[in-house]
Nanobody
Framework: QVQLAESGGGLVQPGGSLRLSCKAS????????MAWYRQAPGKQREWVAT???????RYADSMRDRLTIARDNAKNTLDLQMNRLKPEDTAVYYC?????????WGQGTQVTVSS
C-alpha cells in the first residue's frame, strides 16, 4: 500500500515561515508529478505548487513569491518552504503525487497563521 505522509504544519505568526515535508512510502515503482494543495475552512481545495519528476516547478500566482517547492527523488520526499505567511494562508495542506500511475493524497497537515 502506497502512502503519503505530511509533516511540518503548526501555528505561526504572520510574517513567519514554515517548511512542510511529505514522504512517500510503500512499494513504489514510479513517482510522477508531486504537488501541494490546500483547503481553507469553508473553501474548495486549491492547488499551491507542483514539482515534476524532472524537477520543473510551478506555483500558484497568489503565493509565487513566497514559496519554494523541492523534491528528493532518492528519498521520495517533497518539501514546501513557505515564507512571509499571512492569516489567509491558514488551511490544511495536502501532499499529492502520481505514484505507480495512480493519484495519491496524504492526510493533510494543518497550518495556522495567527498572532
Amino acid at each position: 500500500q502506497v502512502q503519503l505522509a505530511e509533516s511540518g504544519g503548526g501555528l505561526v505568526q504572520p510574517g513567519g515561515s514554515l517548511r512542510l515535508s511529505c514522504k512517500a512510502s510503500g512499494t513504489i515503482f514510479s513517482i510522477g508529478d508531486m504537488a501541494w494543495y490546500r483547503q481553507a475552512p469553508g473553501k474548495q481545495r486549491e492547488w499551491v505548487a507542483t514539482c515534476t519528476g524532472s524537477g520543473r516547478t510551478r506555483y500558484a500566482d497568489s503565493m509565487r513569491d513566497r514559496l519554494t517547492i523541492a523534491r528528493d527523488n532518492a528519498k521520495n520526499t517533497l518539501d514546501l518552504q513557505m515564507n512571509r505567511l499571512k492569516p489567509e494562508d491558514t488551511a490544511v495542506y495536502y501532499c499529492y503525487a502520481v505514484i505507480n500511475y495512480l493519484q495519491t493524497w496524504g492526510q493533510g497537515t494543518q497550518v495556522t497563521v495567527s498572532s
